[in-house]
């Protein structure tokens, strides 16, 4: 038996199809080998409608996983956007600013999600530093070696790694992450808009969806050069945020609409 049909046969729903979480984790892979993936060549492989495949395809494009083509999809084309490396060793006084504001903000015994970034690198300095004693979910391997050898309890998150970012993403990641209910999240942004929160880096927006909806209180960390610019994937509209940590407070027509949407907005001061 090859191992696709073994494959197959362990993660069917009993029918001899593939699970829907495993289906998308099949297209994914597929796109590894080569550049393009048909629908219906899909379909008739996992024994699916061409409706329930577009489903899957829609879905994974929405997170920035693939790129829709006609009758297909393709890998999506990675425009220029900063490494973490230079992201980390750029506005580093402005990070740091808002990174020990975040920080601040978590009390002992709390249990907070964390994604990837070089704003949220710089809060788990903070929090290393600070010692309490929490216990933190992040698919983010840079903050779970900072804070993994301190009082913080660190759940990593399993998934493809993004060696550009040091991260975890896709359907591994996101299946993690829904097991859990978190008293707060903390993520950062490519991009910070009146339409909300979004995101350039391949994988992240799905990510930073899920880390919003298993928290009950939820922080967007984004520095003020971000303002006005709109990443690939839409993260979801201001009124999923509770606060807003920066270190400029916004102005015109960005203000009104936090400020319409019911979201504070703390700003870092200067040490």
Do not use: W
Not at 20 to 47: G, M, T, Y
Not at 240 to 257: F, K, Q, V, W, Y
């Amino acid at each position: 038996m090859s191992e696709t049909k073994t494959r197959r046969t362990q993660s069917s729903d009993g029918s001899g199809r593939l699970k829907k979480s495993d289906r998308r984790r099949q297209i994914l892979l597929e796109l590894k080998l080569r550049p393009h993936v048909r629908i219906s060549d899909l379909a008739q492989r996992f024994n699916v409608s061409t409706e329930t495949l577009r489903r899957d395809f829609d879905a994974l494009s929405g997170d920035g996983l693939i790129a829709r083509a006609h009758g297909g999809a393709s890998a999506p084309a990675q425009g220029h956007y900063p490494s973490l490396d230079e992201r980390t060793s750029a506005r580093v006084e402005e990070r740091e600013r808002i990174g020990l504001c975040a920080a601040g903000l978590i009390r002992a015994g709390e249990t907070v999600m964390i994604d990837s970034g070089s704003t949220t690198i710089q809060m788990a300095r903070a929090l290393a530093f600070r010692g309490t004693e929490c216990t933190v979910i992040t698919n983010s391997i840079p903050i779970a070696m900072t804070l993994g050898h301190g009082a913080v309890q660190v759940l990593l998150c399993p998934g493809e790694y993004l060696a550009a970012e040091s991260a975890t993403i896709g359907t591994e990641t996101l299946e993690f992450l829904s097991r859990f209910n978190v008293d707060r999240c903390m993520i950062g942004s490519s991009g910070f808009s009146a339409e909300g929160p979004s995101e350039s880096v391949r994988g992240f927006a799905a990510v930073k969806r899920v880390m919003l909806q298993r928290a009950a209180v939820r922080h967007l960390l984004v520095d003020s050069e971000k303002f006005g610019r709109k990443g690939l994937a839409h993260v979801g509209d201001l009124a999923a945020l509770n606060s807003i940590l920066t270190d400029t407070r916004p102005t015109g027509e960005l203000l009104g609409s936090i400020t319409k949407a019911g979201v504070e907005v703390l700003v870092a001061k200067p040490a």
